[in-house]
């Protein structure tokens, strides 16, 4: 692996996913990227603010790159690898304790495969835990139905409209603002992230999909349960109940490969 993975996991329709740091992404020549092209495709700027001006890549990633505070940017990668998006914590308020999360899906045949519920979960755990914020917000057009979908899935709270803030393919629309408080955080979309159904897969993905469940059932389930026994305890037995369903689902994936014809020893497994 020639970048740092900072979280991983596996979705059905998208594959394994990861999330490293944009610097070590971009301009990685063993990373397939269309970075630059991005922010020229119509499906990806017709609900948001990119796109206004002719995009100057080297500007921005100039910029993008040098050391700041203020901002951390993720990139996401999928088998490849490629580089399909970034998801960002910016205007980080270190006396507000409090930051703006941005994402971008660049390559659409990616939309609607759960890549951005995972990625803003993650760099939310990341700003709650490791960087201390109390509220993580974000703006975003009333057309964009999607990004909708994905905060409201996350737990984050429509907390108001901003009336025509945005003027947007030749029309004025509304803004609705979403915020998460540390005290909010749903943990439901965890369920997303699991799953094993290992039919079509190869040995070496059900390898490192048994590989993943287990990292995740040894220390996020564990957060999980003394999370959920502290502060939400009617959601404890769900929780237990799919660490068992989990772990029924290594067994199978695992007897599996015990049964298989071909013997899966990699020299070095990179998980791309
Ligand atoms: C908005 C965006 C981030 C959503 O990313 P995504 O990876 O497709 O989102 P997910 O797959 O996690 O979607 C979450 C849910 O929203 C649904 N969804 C995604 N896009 C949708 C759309 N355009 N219309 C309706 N539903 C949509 C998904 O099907 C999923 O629903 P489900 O959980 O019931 O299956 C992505 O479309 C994108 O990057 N767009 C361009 C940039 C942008 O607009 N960024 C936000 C600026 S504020």
């Known amino acids: 692996m020639n970048y740092n993975v900072l979280a991983t996991t596996y979705s059905e329709k998208a594959g394994t996913i990861h999330l490293a740091p944009f610097c070590e992404v971009y301009d990685n020549k063993n990373i397939n990227s269309d970075y630059k092209f991005w922010f020229n495709r119509p499906e990806v700027v017709s609900k948001n603010s990119h796109g206004l001006f002719p995009y100057s890549p080297d500007t921005d990633i100039k910029e ?22 970034n998801v960002s914590l910016q205007r980080i308020d ?3 304790r409090s930051a703006e999360i941005a994402i971008v899906i660049g390559e659409p045949d990616y939309y609607g495969k759960g890549v951005a519920t995972f990625a803003v979960k993650e760099i939310c755990e990341h700003g709650f835990k490791k960087l201390g914020l109390n509220r993580i917000w974000s703006g975003t057009a009333a057309t964009n139905i999607g990004m909708q979908k994905v905060f409201e899935k996350l737990g984050f709270k429509k907390e108001g409209i901003f009336k025509e803030a945005m003027f947007l393919n030749g029309e004025f629309v509304d803004v609705y603002e979403y915020g998460l408080l540390k005290e909010q955080k749903n943990i439901d979309p965890f369920e997303k992230v699991f799953g094993i159904s290992s039919e079509k897969q190869s040995d070496q993905e059900l390898i490192n999909k048994i590989e ?11 957060d999980l349960v003394r999370l959920a026994f502290d502060s939400v305890p009617e959601k404890a037995k769900d929780i237990m109940k799919k660490i068992v369903d989990c772990d029924k689902q290594i067994q199978e994936a695992s007897s599996k490969l015990a049964n298989s014809d071909k013997i899966p020893m990699p020299k070095s497994y990179t998980g791309n």
């Open 94 to 96: 270190l006396i507000n």
């Open 212 to 222: 993943e469940i287990r990292g995740k059932n040894n220390k996020r389930w564990m």
């Open 64 to 85: 993008t790159l040098q050391y700041d505070e203020s901002r951390i940017i993720w990139s996401i990668l999928v088998k490849g690898p490629k580089h399909i998006g």
